[in-house]
């Protein structure tokens, strides 16, 4: 029985006298954590930036006459801009107001005479 005894203990002596693992660089475990970030970055974040920026732009440059669909589907011709609204003719004797922001797209001139 001894002789089992000496055998776990002198393993245990034999494990506390191997040299220590060495630790990782702090940046190289949050690499993976960079990498992921830039990836969204580039794939997510940096394109809805870009879309938003052309809708503002394309918002801030409607004017009298254009044809534009909002987002609830709505075609009209602007008859009218303000600052924070925007009139749109959708069908003989028909006006609405909406707000400049949801207007979504610049349709070709001619796109109601199509759809009439």
């Known amino acids: 029985m001894a002789s089992l005894t000496d055998f776990f203990i002198a393993s245990a002596h034999a494990e506390g006298a191997a040299p220590a693992a060495?630790?990782?660089?702090?940046?190289?475990?949050?690499?993976?954590l960079i990498l992921i970030?830039?990836?969204?970055?580039?794939?997510?974040?940096?394109?809805?930036?870009?879309?938003?920026?052309e809708h503002k732009a394309m918002v801030d440059a409607?004017?009298?006459?254009?044809?534009?669909?909002?987002?609830?589907?709505?075609?009209?011709?602007?008859?009218?801009?303000?600052?924070?609204?925007?009139?749109?003719?959708?069908?003989?004797?028909?006006?609405?107001?909406?707000q400049r922001q949801a207007v979504a797209a610049l349709m070709p001139k001619g796109t109601m005479k199509d759809a009439l």
């Open 62 to 98: 409607l004017k009298k006459g254009d044809e534009v669909v909002t987002n609830g589907g709505l075609l009209g011709r602007v008859t009218e801009v303000g600052e924070n609204f925007v009139q749109l003719r959708v069908a003989d004797n028909v006006e609405v107001r909406v």
């Open 37 to 53: 970030f830039v990836v969204f970055y580039f794939l997510l974040i940096r394109p809805q930036q870009k879309k938003v920026k």
């Open 22 to 32: 060495q630790q990782p660089d702090p940046l190289m475990s949050f690499l993976p």
